[in-house]
């Protein structure tokens, strides 16, 4: 409610990317999503306005299109979301949430969405991760700033003398998972992945880092960049990441964030990077993306007792101390922040702050089951998209840990997405030959 309360009717009824849905259409879609599976299918009422759906299903209708639909108005779509709620709530109060007592695939359909209260953890972060989304609608909008925020917390003192990057030893390791129990279809089941010593960087890189590739001339040097990201880059005419300007009388570059504009920060980690630009820093750097597997090693693999963390610091769930998530600062904190979420490895903000890109496609694990739908992840496996993990400070964090997936296309920017950079390890630096 925090972020459309805070426009007038007409900038929530507006797009203002092609990109992005107008903010009422989010709103009433969060509504309609919590209708059809809490309400209707878990509940077993007959809802409110199932002659809605269409209007909000995002299979039927491309984000460009959706103005144009009668959607309900912001008045309209307040009044829905809230009688949806209080139906939930009822719901919730009358239904057995009881962890399931045989094996999910024994289970009847609607005893598997309730079992564990699943399918509430699965609209609690399908209604985050529009937040997110919305947060982003937010960032691409003109006019003057309407969202505020405290800054994020200092980095510690140590910021500026951790290392550079941290050593991550070679083995096998459980990735992903079978137990947790609001994790999705796509995280699922854990299975045993061996993956090669390697280095990784401390912490994400940094908007000065990401400054000397630009003044190294990295957007004009095919040499660091894939066939078909040199291309895009080309086309789409980039030159720094999206919502930077060059203030040639000042001689500085500037970045907009929440409609300000503020000098670039150089101890931030870069956010708003393509696939693309992630991958050719990393070239330029002598350096490499983290496979998806990498990256979950580092965040959840603790080596003293074998096992595989829900998070970075263990198994609690995030506190403020551990990671910037929520949407409670409007930006990354620094490089080097929160040392009471440092990975066993050493590696801090794996969690929190900017989503990290990796080198890897989305793809189903082995022994994958579509649950409770195959729109949900099924049917964007595949070499179009590009799997980023770790959340971001617009993430919630009921739809992030250490497990979590989330995926897009190479070409995106408009996502708080950042990346670190990684490289294999020789057999001697691992210490087990
Ligand atoms: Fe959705």
Redesign the pocket.
């Known amino acids: 409610m925090a972020l459309t309360d805070c426009v007038d009717d007409a900038d929530l009824a507006a797009q203002h990317s092609p990109l992005m849905s107008p903010l009422v259409w989010d709103l009433a879609?969060?509504g309609n999503?919590e209708e059809l599976w809490l309400v209707r299918e878990a509940g077993g009422r007959p809802g409110l306005r199932p002659d809605l759906d269409h209007l909000y299903d995002?299979f039927q209708h491309p984000r460009a299109d959706r103005p144009a639909l009668p959607l309900l108005g912001p008045d309209q779509a307040r009044g829905y979301v809230s009688r949806v709620r209080a139906e939930t709530v009822d719901v919730l109060a009358a239904v057995d949430t009881a962890p399931a007592s045989s094996p999910a695939p024994e289970l009847e359909r609607a005893e598997r969405l309730l079992a564990d209260g699943f399918v509430f953890g699965m609209l609690a972060q399908?209604e985050q991760?529009?937040d997110e989304t919305m947060l982003a609608t937010h960032q691409l909008r003109r006019g003057p700033a309407v969202l505020e925020a405290p800054e994020p917390p200092a980095a510690p003192a140590d910021a500026a003398v951790l290392p550079s990057e941290v050593l991550v030893p070679g083995g096998p390791f459980t990735m992903g998972t079978s137990d947790e129990a609001w994790a999705l279809d796509n995280e699922r089941p854990h299975h045993t992945v061996d993956v090669a010593p390697f280095w990784l960087d401390t912490v994400p890189v940094t908007n000065g880092d990401y400054l000397a590739f630009i003044a190294a001339g990295g957007y004009t040097d095919p040499r660091w960049w894939t066939e078909a990201g040199w291309r895009h880059v080309q086309e789409a005419g980039l030159e720094a990441p999206l919502f930077w300007s060059y203030d040639t009388a000042a001689g500085v570059w500037t970045r907009r964030v929440f409609g300000r504009t503020e000098p670039v920060r150089t101890d931030e980690p870069v956010v708003h990077v393509c696939w693309y630009e992630a991958d050719a820093y990393a070239r330029w750097a002598g350096r490499r993306l983290p496979t998806e597997a990498e990256w979950e090693k580092a965040a959840r693999h603790d080596p003293a007792s074998g096992r595989s963390r829900r998070y970075p610091w263990g198994d609690a769930d995030p506190g403020p101390e551990h990671a910037n998530l929520g949407q409670k600062h409007l930006r990354p904190a620094p490089a080097g922040s929160y040392p009471a979420g440092a990975a066993p490895c050493g590696a801090r903000q794996l969690i929190g702050d900017v989503w990290e890109w990796t080198s890897s496609d989305f793809a189903a694990y082995p022994g994958f089951e579509a649950f409770p739908y195959k729109e949900y992840s099924d049917v964007f496996f595949g070499p179009d998209y590009k799997v980023l993990r770790g959340g971001s400070f617009g993430a919630d964090q009921v739809a992030v840990r250490g497990t979590f997936r989330n995926w897009d296309y190479p070409i995106r920017r408009q996502i708080f997405a950042g990346f670190r950079t990684a490289r294999d390890a020789s057999p001697s630096d691992d210490g087990r030959g």
Do not use: S
Request: charged share 0%; no cysteine; net charge neutral.
């Open positions: 879609h969060i999503q995002a399908h991760q529009h």
